[in-house]
């Protein structure tokens, strides 16, 4: 663990997190990507993909929404995806989904790396958290400011790692709710977007009694069987956005108890995804997250 000492009592820090203005001429534009799996070998067309997305979007901000990379030359593939996605020189913050971790390096020497890219970039940002989340490495925030103040804070939420359990997930450690509620306290409970890998239980919950506003269920929810003190924590907190991954078919968003729930569409055209879930057809591209300058928010999918 390289991160820094934390409990709940401890005063707030702004160094938990960045700080970023909003663009000047109005609107900001989040891109968000998820489940790359960059593989060290065969990236070429994912790599494309992504090119062309952000020559069409033109975002202010690009989000990767966990399992980055992984699988056995995790740390190589992952210096190939920090490589690229600097390269377009635009600010850009992951987090770490449950895959990242999968291979020669863990999930902590995975997080040591972005630390590294946020040090020596002016693009990256990527804060490794609290060394007592050590299983989940990965917590921060990134302020959004219009003239001064802010505007919506963005919480980037480590999912730990969970490869290999089948359907099973554990629930969130209830010192990750804490860090949120420090967090959001700290900031000012103003309005928020939380990303997180791994869906939240609600997202099921959501899907039976919730609004439904926009893409499609193909799979069950892939998560946690008990979420509720963390999804309480958040909409109490200011949460307006719950964004997700994982589950690579499900792409759609629905209204629930005031909270906007979404499945980012899946980004990665890997041969190793092909190869490791046997896909066949699946929706791919990438989802827009707007925030205006008053700190609401839209979004949408913006399809391959």
Partial sequence: PVGYDW?????????????MNMPESGDMKVLLLSDLHISFF?????????????????????????????????????????????????????IIGNHDGSGKANRNYIAKMLSDATANSVYCM??????????FSGNYFVN?????????????????????????????????????????EGNGYLPSSIFTHIPLKEFD?????????????????????????????????????????????????VMYQGVQLTYTLHSSFSRVSYEYWGFKKII??????????DGTTTQEHIYA
């Avoid at 919950?205 to 506003?213: C, K, M, P, T």
Wanted: hydrophobic share 30%; charged share 25%.
């Fill in 42 to 94: 065969f990236n070429d067309k994912t790599f494309k993909f992504i090119d062309k997305m952000i020559k069409r979007t033109d975002p202010n901000l690009i989000v990767l929404m966990g399992d980055n990379v992984g699988y056995l030359w995790n740390h190589k593939s992952c210096a190939q995806f920090i490589k690229r996605i600097d390269s377009y020189k635009i600010p850009w913050a992951p």
């Fill in 126 to 135: 990527f804060n490794y958290g609290p060394n007592s989340l050590e299983k």
């Fill in 284 to 293: 791919r591209g990438g989802t827009m997250l707007t925030i205006k300058p």
């Fill in 205 to 253: 919950l959501a899907w039976q009694s919730g609004e439904h506003l926009f893409g499609e269920r193909h799979e069950k929810v892939y998560g946690p069987d008990d979420t509720a003190d963390f999804f309480a924590s958040a909409k109490s907190g200011g949460t307006k956005n719950i964004f997700a991954a994982h589950d690579h078919y499900n792409n759609y968003s």
């Fill in 144 to 184: 959004l400011k219009n003239g001064g103040d802010i505007a919506h804070t963005l919480y980037m939420i480590s999912s730990g790692k969970q490869s290999g359990e089948g359907t099973h997930y554990p629930r969130i450690p209830e010192l990750q709710t804490k860090w949120l509620e420090w967090a959001q």
């Fill in 7 to 19: 409990t709940s009592d401890d005063a707030f820090t702004e160094t938990a997190g960045f700080t």
